[in-house]
């Protein structure tokens, strides 16, 4: 299941094409984020998407640590992103997927700035 978070990584996140397609090839229409003490649901991550998509010019993934437990796999990642402005962030990911029939339902997260302005520490939430 590695293969698939980093297909997920590659395709939604580093692709600097917003696609709803492919969110849909990945994520329940079902899926919850708990993220920077918020809940998205599958239309909120979407609009997420969206946002970082009209924000960020490229975003790099590199997985740290990497976890599988049955249908569960867990990262701790940093995201590099090169904002529209210019400007460049770090973040530090710590991911908890869960799977159900081949697509994430369900994802808890904690993220921290490592890098960057204190304006993009929500970085992993912004709608």
């Known amino acids: 299941m590695k293969n698939f978070i980093q297909d997920v990584f590659a395709h939604v996140l580093e692709n600097p094409v917003f696609d ?59 995201v590099e992103s090169l904002l529209k402005d210019g400007s460049m962030v770090k973040h530090k990911v710590l991911a908890e997927f869960t799977i159900q029939n081949g697509k994430i339902i369900q994802c808890d997260e904690l993220t921290l700035l490592l890098e960057g302005s204190q304006t993009e520490k929500n970085l992993g939430s912004e709608m």
């Not at 709803?20 to 998407?49: A, G, N, P, R």
């Not at 010019?57 to 940093?78: D, P």
């Open 20 to 78: 709803e397609i492919l969110i849909e090839t990945y994520f329940s229409k079902d899926y919850v984020q708990f993220v920077d003490h918020l809940q998205l649901d599958y239309e909120d991550f979407v609009l997420h998407i969206k946002k970082l998509k009209e924000k960020i010019s490229k975003q790099s993934i590199e997985i740290l640590h990497y976890a599988e437990n049955g249908n569960i796999i867990f990262t701790n990642h940093h």
